[in-house]
């Protein structure tokens, strides 16, 4: 079966443990949707940095380096978990058999996708782009919620907040929202295949964005 950090003894695990917290705050940080080269790239800088921490010398093996990079997609999934039901309630999504429920929410994913007004404060007039409150939320409550969370341990990796970690706030986000797009929820895996575009999209988005506003610092306000 796959490998398990409790099949491996106490120094071994100690080093694991670290390795996967710098894992996930390097991958959130740096490259959240790697391809495989980024993703070499982020386990052997957080393999050279666990080693640094507990003192443990280890020579990669296949076996760890997949214990540690299949954090990947556990980031991504418990990112999805948490934005679920924030997305439903707080843009108003209404899980119901009724046909004018299922018109409505079909009509308002596709307003929400349009232009990418879900990440903008008053989607109506698009005024204030990046501060729509759910993304505010959804930063807080997967990376600053308690003092073990990613962007509390490592403020060197958070602040400021990174654009990577921003582009995958909202391209999660437009998962959620795509969910809806029939007018019932439905059940879309939020994996790299499938949105690594949109992610690739929204990053060039926001690095145009902060060049265009330079002068006013919004991205640096998250």
């Known amino acids: 079966g796959r490998p398990r950090a409790k099949d ?26 790697p391809d495989h080269g980024q993703e070499t ?39 999805k978990t948490k934005l679920r039901p924030l997305v439903e309630v707080m843009f ?17 994913a596709e307003v929400l996708k349009e ?17 729509a409150p759910l993304i505010q939320k959804i930063i807080n409550t997967m990376w600053f919620a308690n003092k073990h969370d990613e962007g509390v341990v490592f ?23 795509d969910e809806w797009a029939m007018g019932k929820r439905g059940d879309i895996s939020f994996t790299t295949q499938e949105y690594r575009s949109v992610y690739e999209a929204y990053l060039k988005c926001l690095q145009d964005f902060d060049d265009a506003t330079k002068d006013v610092g919004v991205l640096q306000a998250i």
């Open 8 to 33: 491996y003894d106490d120094m071994t695990q100690e080093f694991v443990a670290a390795a996967v917290a710098e894992y996930r705050a390097r991958l959130c940080a740096q490259s959240p949707m």
């Open 41 to 79: 790239a982020l386990l052997a800088a957080s393999w050279a940095k666990a080693s640094q921490l507990t003192g443990v010398k280890l020579t990669r093996c296949p076996d760890l380096s997949k214990l540690i990079t299949s954090h990947g997609s556990q980031v991504r999934g418990e990112l």
């Open 92 to 108: 108003g999504f209404h899980s119901s058999q009724s046909k004018t429920a299922i018109k409505k929410n079909r009509s308002l």
């Open 115 to 131: 232009g990418t007004n879900f990440a903008f404060k008053a989607s109506d007039d698009r005024r204030g782009f990046l501060k």
């Open 155 to 177: 403020p060197e990796h958070f602040k400021p907040f990174p654009y990577p970690t921003l582009a995958l706030v909202l391209t999660a986000i437009e998962c959620c929202i």
